[in-house]
């Protein structure tokens, strides 16, 4: 499975933006989703996960409320939408894909994409 994630960009505070993150290969659908970030100068953490068909999904404290993580197992595509942007949310954002469980753990996940950056401005 290759994951290409897309639609970083410079957003103003307040703003809104959607990442997506394309998958090749039959599996997706059976694969649970998530998105981690990496802001400068830190470690990478879990933003938000979704299970194979979209109906549980996992969410780090900071973006809850703000970010919705969603899936379309129809185009291989994970998405995330955020809201409310804040300078703190500036990070390269990665998609990644696992089969099996629901999990936040990073070293759980199987395929990685690229990254995309995220910068917001106050």
């Known amino acids: 499975v290759q994951l290409q994630a897309s639609g970083g960009g410079l957003v103003q505070a307040g703003g809104s933006l959607r990442l997506s993150c394309a998958a090749s290969g039959r599996t997706f659908s059976s694969y649970v989703m998530s998105w981690f970030r990496r802001a400068p100068g830190k470690e990478r953490e879990f933003v938000a996960a979704i299970g194979w068909n979209g109906g549980t999904k996992l969410y780090v404290d900071s973006v809850k409320g703000r970010f919705t993580i969603s899936r379309d197992n129809a185009k291989n595509t994970v998405y995330l939408q955020m809201n409310s942007l804040t300078p703190e949310d500036t990070a390269v954002y990665y998609c990644?894909?696992?089969?099996?469980?629901?999990?936040?753990?990073?070293?759980?996940?199987?395929?990685w994409g690229q990254g995309t950056l995220v910068t917001v401005s106050s």
């Open positions: 990644a894909g696992r089969p099996g469980a629901l999990t936040k753990l990073q070293s759980d996940y199987v395929y």
